[in-house]
T-cell receptor
Framework: NAGVMQNPRHLVRRRGQEARLRCSPM?????VYWYRQLPEEGLKFMVY????????ESGMPKERFSAEFPKEGPSILRIQQVVRGDSAAYFC?????????????FGPGTRLTVL | SQKIEQNSEALNIQEGKTATLTCNYT??????LQWYRQDPGRGPVFLLL?????KEKRKERLKVTFDTTLKQSLFHITASQPADSATYLC??????????FGSGTRLSIRP
């Protein structure tokens, strides 16, 4: 019964490159959330997705950032033309559909470093 | 604007004592509040959830209170152990299943 999987765990990119972060939710979970965490700071909500739908992207920057959760396969957070300020830990969480959507289960995170 | 505040200073507690962490919020009327634990280099782990109509919730050595009048939650760890050392995050359900996190309080339990 695997938990939330994220890969890669560490990603290094140069300024201007693209970063792709993957998240496989827990089995049976169809809700995925992405968060960003800077050192010594809390988690900042970015986007909430259900299968093939973006439900809430109010925390995601309008430019360069996009997210998807296709019918098959993992959820992808894509950052185009990365800048140094994008360096952070990106966490994915998943939850079950239905009334018990209260608890989110987090993955180990992807640490993005932009050189 | 909506705000969640946790004690930004680290909390140092002697082993065996009770650790109490505070979470205050403004401009929210959350349906429920959660506490998570986060260890360095890892994702948060869910600990407890308390609903707006509940005053107190317990789980083993953990106790959470929720005062919607004061807009405050307290998180207690009794008989604290060095293994309890971690950062503890308070989180509020905002809307559309969006959870807003506080910045966390770092707890250190010294032997």
């Amino acid at each position: 019964n695997a938990g939330v999987m994220q890969n890669p765990r560490h990603l290094v990119r140069r300024r201007g490159q693209e970063a792709r972060l993957r998240c496989s939710p827990m089995k049976g979970h169809s809700h995925v959330y992405w968060y960003r965490q800077l050192p010594e700071e809390g988690l900042k909500f970015m986007v909430y997705l259900q299968k093939e739908n973006i439900i809430d992207e109010s925390g995601m920057p309008k430019e360069r950032f996009s997210a998807e959760f296709p019918k098959e396969g993992p959820s992808i957070l894509r950052i185009q033309q990365v800048v140094r300020g994008d360096s952070a830990a990106y966490f994915c969480a998943s939850s079950q559909p239905g009334p018990s959507t209260d608890t989110q289960y987090f993955g180990p995170g992807t640490r993005l470093t932009v050189l | 604007s909506q705000k969640i505040e946790q004690n930004s200073e680290a909390l140092n507690i002697q082993e065996g004592k009770t650790a109490t962490l505070t979470c205050n919020y403004t401009n929210y009327s959350p349906a429920y509040l959660q506490w998570y634990r986060q260890d360095p280099g890892r994702g948060p782990v869910f600990l407890l959830l308390i609903r707006e109509n509940e005053k107190e919730k317990r789980k083993e050595r953990l106790k959470v209170t929720f005062d919607t009048t004061l807009k405050q939650s307290l998180f207690h760890i009794t008989a604290s152990q060095p293994a309890d050392s971690a950062t503890y995050l308070c989180a509020l359900y905002s809307s559309a299943s969006k959870i807003i996190f506080g910045s966390g309080t770092r707890l250190s339990i010294r032997p």
